[in-house]
């Protein structure tokens, strides 16, 4: 994730070996979201996941963000259902001569 610069680290791309600091933003891109923290305390060894989350603070826009992208989404794909089921032959054809008018 870091390598393919999807990590910014006070505003700048960052390689992994990147040294952290109390108070640095750090903003990355987890499939559709992308997340705004703040790292509050840093700990000498790797901590279970319910102690490592009290470690930073995500700010409240982009907390608004990703609620507004995931309604955004969950709207979208009502108005753009799938299929049940894949077209047949037919189906196939008149979808492609739809597309190519």
Do not use: W
């Not at 990147?18 to 499939?31: D, F, M």
């Not at 826009?61 to 299929?83: D, G, L, Q, V």
Request: hydrophobic share 35%; proline share 5%; aromatic share 6%.
């Amino acid at each position: 994730m870091i390598q393919g610069g999807k990590v910014h680290y006070n505003g700048q791309r960052c390689k992994p070996s990147k040294i952290t600091e109390v108070g640095a933003t750090v903003k990355l891109a987890q499939g559709f979201d992308e997340k705004e923290v703040t790292i509050l305390v840093l700990f000498d060894k790797r901590q279970a996941a319910p102690i490592a989350h009290t470690a930073y603070l995500e700010s409240e826009s982009s907390i608004r963000k990703r609620e507004e992208n995931a309604i955004a989404r969950k709207n979208n794909s009502f108005f753009a259902p799938h299929p049940v089921n894949k077209p047949d032959k037919k189906q196939r054809r008149e979808l492609l001569k739809l597309k190519s008018s």
